[in-house]
T-cell receptor, first 115, second 112 residues
Framework: DAGVIQSPRHEVTEMGQEVTLRCKPI?????LFWYRQTMMRGLELLIY????????DSGMPEDRFSAKMPNASFSTLKIQPSEPRDSAVYFC?????????????FGPGTRLLVL | DQQVKQNSPSLSVQEGRISILNCDYT??????FLWYKKYPAEGPTFLIS?????DKNEDGRFTVFLNKSAKHLSLHIVPSQPGDSAVYFC???????????FGKGTSLLVTP
């Protein structure tokens, strides 16, 4: 059974460029989470979707960040324009269930470097 | 500010001995706690959890202890194995919530 799939695994870009990170959650899971990991702040929740609807985006750092979930099997996190301080590892996670909390299953992450 | 704190960035233990990883939290509304393990270049994987109605949960070599009055939990690994070498994250949430609040992790090294 495939786990959470993220692409690309590594991304190097220049400041000002648009970056799009992609996630395919585990089939049948109805919740999806985007996290960012940095040395300074550790793992932080950016946004949470339930049944493809954004429920909480309070963790999104600023308007340069946006996330979409057009269907149950795909989500994107976009940064436009990117800045060096956005360099981090971005994880996508998914879970199943109507009663919270549920164990979240993480993808391998996308390591982003903005020069 | 961090609501979940792992004050030891690293820990080294000999194979066969006990590993004890500690975690403190500040939010008294947290009532569900999890430990995740992370290998390099991989995402965190769920290890074990405990709800606030319990003070201990065991799964094979892994045991999590919860001390609500002290707002402290610990993960015991007995016996430790070299394959346990990884970064361990403590996480907490409110039972009615979805957001996991993570500590910054403790890097465990189990030496032969």
């Amino acid at each position: 059974d495939a786990g959470v799939i993220q692409s690309p695994r590594h991304e190097v870009t220049e400041m000002g460029q648009e970056v799009t990170l992609r996630c395919k959650p585990i089939s049948g899971h109805n919740s999806l989470f985007w996290y960012r990991q940095t040395m300074m702040r550790g793992l932080e929740l950016l946004i949470y979707f339930n049944n493809n609807v954004p429920i909480d985006d309070s963790g999104m750092p600023e308007d340069r960040f946006s996330a979409k979930m057009p269907n149950a099997s795909f989500s994107t996190l976009k940064i436009q324009p990117s800045e060096p301080r956005d360099s981090a590892v971005y994880f996508c996670a998914s879970s199943f269930g109507s009663s919270l909390p549920e164990t979240q299953y993480f993808g391998p992450g996308t390591r982003l470097l903005v020069l | 500010d961090q609501q979940v704190k792992q004050n030891s960035p690293s820990l080294s233990v000999q194979e066969g001995r006990i590993s004890i990883l500690n975690c403190d939290y500040t939010n008294s509304m947290f009532d569900y706690f999890l430990w995740y393990k992370k290998y390099p270049a991989e995402g965190p994987t769920f290890l074990i959890s405990i709800s606030s109605i319990k003070d201990k949960n065991e799964d094979g070599r892994f045991t999590v202890f919860l001390n609500k009055s002290a707002k402290h939990l610990s993960l015991h690994i007995v016996p430790s194995q070299p394959g346990d070498s990884a970064v361990y994250f403590c996480a907490a949430s409110e039972y009615s919530g979805y957001a996991l609040n993570f500590g910054k992790g403790t890097s465990l090294l189990v030496t032969p």
